[in-house]
């Protein structure tokens, strides 16, 4: 493992010989794994773009494991956008990292495919912000 600004990262060699090693079960319950780490030390609140770098963590991992609609509600929304205080694109200007999360909730990053939160109040908000990003 390589440590980078305290957080750790795995060298991409590595991670692609795990990962095709794996079969989707075992990926899935890994991600959820790790998406569980990062819910522990993510902060609730974070301020800086640094301090969500967890929670971003969380989107990707949540996602890769199905846990969309859970992933939409408690991590993007409630802590990332802090409801409708939109944080992340209102007050720190991160649209583009904004977009690359949007991007996580569909298969492979289409943003013309649907969506895969199924229950979540947020599906309106979501494709709205989709039809925004893929036009601009």
């Not at 971003?56 to 991992?61: D, L, R, S, T």
């Not at 929304?77 to 569909?106: C, M, N, P």
Request: charged fraction near 30%.
């Amino acid at each position: 493992m390589i440590k980078q600004k305290k957080a750790y990262t795995t060298h991409p060699l590595i991670k692609g010989y795990f990962e095709s090693d794996f079969d989707d079960k075992i990926k899935r319950l890994c991600h959820k794994r790790i998406y569980q780490y990062f819910g522990e030390y993510a902060p609730d609140r974070p301020e800086t773009l640094e301090e969500m770098q967890p929670l971003f963590e969380q989107v990707y991992h949540g996602c890769a494991a199905g846990l969309y609609d859970e992933v939409c509600d408690d991590v993007y929304w409630e802590k990332i956008h802090r409801k409708e205080k939109y944080v992340i694109t209102q007050k720190l200007g991160a649209w583009e990292t904004d977009r690359s999360l949007v991007k996580t909730f569909f298969p492979e990053g289409d943003l013309s495919q649907p969506e895969q939160i199924k229950h979540s109040p947020l599906q309106a908000m979501l494709n709205s912000l989709t039809v925004r990003f893929r036009d601009g």
